[in-house]
């Protein structure tokens, strides 16, 4: 008998007369708002201009998008190149269907190329987005919920999620909530990342790294319970292969980056203040510094000119004392 469970929601969709407004966009533009926020707070801490992680975000959540997209459709092609299928559905994001592995790559691409405008070195800007890109994959993992998609195995916990849906080869009943798993897990990475990089100061791109590394970690559990359909490569789904190689490239990162390049950035950002965390316009700065020069200097100009008035009316004043004697 089923005493509790984690109900799903009866569709993912509500219309608003002719506009659909689904749940799964809704949890994935609420997740990029939140990295961008956070992201922006972290730069400007370090030393950045307000605003610039979400000018470069402009480039970084498209590519993301199609990248997670393309990993999907990639990896899971037979959903839609197979008979039966229709190859339209690849470009129907909306429905689901994001490969974070994907998404972070061609991300990484869109935030370089903004970063590469900007002047801003890349590991910089990566280490101050990490934590936030992680609520924002916690935020997005509730989508999956919305769909009623990506559970595991079947059980009786009291947390277990209910299945509702027969669509796609689904069977109704409770499975393991493993979308809430690895959102509980993504909100740990960012804690993780946010505590590290306080304590140990974590710079040229190592905060981003221990947030890949620590979610491949969580993400490998995650994936191994799941029950959905999977290419298998030597007995391990191929998301796990992709977590492990990926985890220890992250790893590798860490260690050579603190041999090599130890400590943080000094300048996040060309013409910022990096000694209050605050960027401060250039003009306005030089404006101030000079004033403060043209003081000083005016007022050393004052204090000369007065010492020569004086030594001047005391030597008339001796010479005139002297001629009254000759006299």
Not at 6 to 20: D, E, F, N, T, Y
Not at 170 to 199: K, N
Not at 201 to 228: I, Q
Not at 267 to 282: F, R
């Amino acid at each position: 008998m089923e005493l509790a469970y984690i109900p799903s929601p009866s569709r993912g969709v509500i219309h608003l007369g002719p506009i659909p407004l689904r749940g799964y966009a809704f949890c994935i533009i609420i997740g990029v708002f939140v990295a961008v926020w956070l992201g922006n707070k972290r730069w400007i801490a370090r030393g950045g201009r307000s605003g610039t992680v979400a000018d470069i975000a402009v480039w970084a959540v498209p590519f993301g998008l199609v990248g997670g997209r393309l990993y999907h459709v990639i990896t899971d092609y037979e959903l839609y190149f197979s008979e039966g299928r229709d190859w339209v559905d690849a470009f129907k994001i909306w429905e689901g269907g994001l490969g974070i592995w994907g998404a972070i790559a061609l991300g990484g691409l869109g935030a370089w190329i903004g970063c590469r405008r900007r002047g801003i070195p890349m590991p910089a800007y990566a280490d101050a987005v990490a934590p936030g890109i992680a609520l924002a994959q916690a935020i997005g993992r509730w989508g999956n919920w919305f769909n009623q998609e990506l559970y595991g195995r079947e059980t009786d916990v009291p947390w277990a999620l209910k299945i509702t849906s027969s669509t796609d080869g689904r069977v109704p009943g409770t499975y393991h909530p493993t979308f809430l798993y690895e959102s509980l897990w993504c909100i740990g990475v960012a804690v993780l990342v946010i505590w590290a990089d306080r304590r140990f100061k974590l710079g040229h791109g190592r905060a981003f790294a221990l947030y890949v590394a620590s979610y491949c970690v969580g993400r490998f559990w995650v994936e191994y319970m799941r029950v959905d359909d999977a290419h298998h490569i030597l007995g391990l789904r191929l998301n796990n292969w992709t977590a492990l190689i990926v985890f220890l490239l992250a790893v590798a990162y860490i260690v050579i980056s603190a041999k090599k390049r130890p400590g943080r950035e000094a300048v996040v950002e060309p013409g910022a203040d990096p000694s209050t965390g605050e960027a401060e316009d250039d003009a306005d700065a030089d404006s101030d510094a000079g004033a403060k020069h043209e003081d000083a200097k005016g007022k050393a100009e004052d204090d000369v000119k007065e010492d020569v008035e004086d030594d001047v009316k005391e030597d008339v004043k001796d010479e005139a004392g002297s001629g009254t004697k000759k006299t």
